[in-house]
């Protein structure tokens, strides 16, 4: 395994640089640095919005999965807690055309999203384990790396990210083997240092894991985790979203978290899955869209 040295640098391109540019160094090292993914004012809004949800919430504690989602952790789910991450993140192009070109082969392929979630995490938090995203799949890890994709992530930052206060670490390139992850057990990574609003995005193969925030402040991001239609996902997003919330978003916005049968809409094929008798499950469901 590579040293720090050695590791080819995180790529950093700006949001301008458009879904080609992006796309490519994504194949070429699997992650990318998207500088300027939300703007200023997305970011405050956000940060203002979600504060008193974080005030109310606890870390996990005593399992081996609260040990995982970090102790020092609070998870905040973003739909219910944040109208700008409703009204505008999930409006992102950039997001919804890499989307479409990473996780759609065809028709009737679709992508949602398995989690959109606060990270904050707190002083002291200890690093994670290095983990792939597509893990949470089993039966993916048996694939080769020349498969198709089961999940991307759009990590975002709400506050800077240095190596200090726990960045996400990650091992540029490693999307492109299937070692044991034993294997990257004291493997060297790079810390993701980014600016409010630059998002780390990656391939589900990647190795990377949360740092370790050795200083006295909050270090939050916005994950945004989308994966392939067909994949159950972490959240029961239809089941935990209020129906007057969900009424407010856009139909798209609303496929995200299943509340729409698919998302691209693929007019030859039709609702081909999670329909109401082949008809789209949301008009059934009479629920508005903005
Ligand atoms: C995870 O929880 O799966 C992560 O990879 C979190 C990464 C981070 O918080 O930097």
Sequence with gaps: ??????????????????????????EED???IIEGFLTESQVKQMNEEITPGLEQINPKQGSDLAAFLGTRTKRLPAVPNSRVFREE????????SLSEKILVEGSPDGYHINCAQVIALGPGAESQPFHRDQGLWSFWEKFPASGPEACINFLCSLT????????T???????KSMEDLDYYKDAESLPAE??????????????HKGGHNKTNEVRRALTIHLCRNGLNTQEAHPLTIPREIANTMSYRAQAMFGFRSGWPIHQSSGNHFWSNSWEEVGEGLKLKAK
């Excluded at 800077?160 to 960045?167: K, L, T």
């Design 169 to 175: 670490r990650a091992i540029p390139r490693t999307h």
């Design 160 to 167: 800077p990210f240095s190596e200090e206060n726990g960045a």
């Design 194 to 207: 980014l600016n409010p609003g630059d998002a780390l995005f990656f391939s589900g193969r990647l190795i």
């Design 30 to 32: 699997g992650a990318v």
């Design 89 to 96: 993140v999930l409006e992102n192009e950039l997001m919804h």
């Design 1 to 26: 395994m590579g040293s720090a040295g050695t590791l080819p640098p995180l790529q950093r391109l700006p949001a301008s640089s458009g879904t080609e540019k992006i796309f490519q160094a994504y």
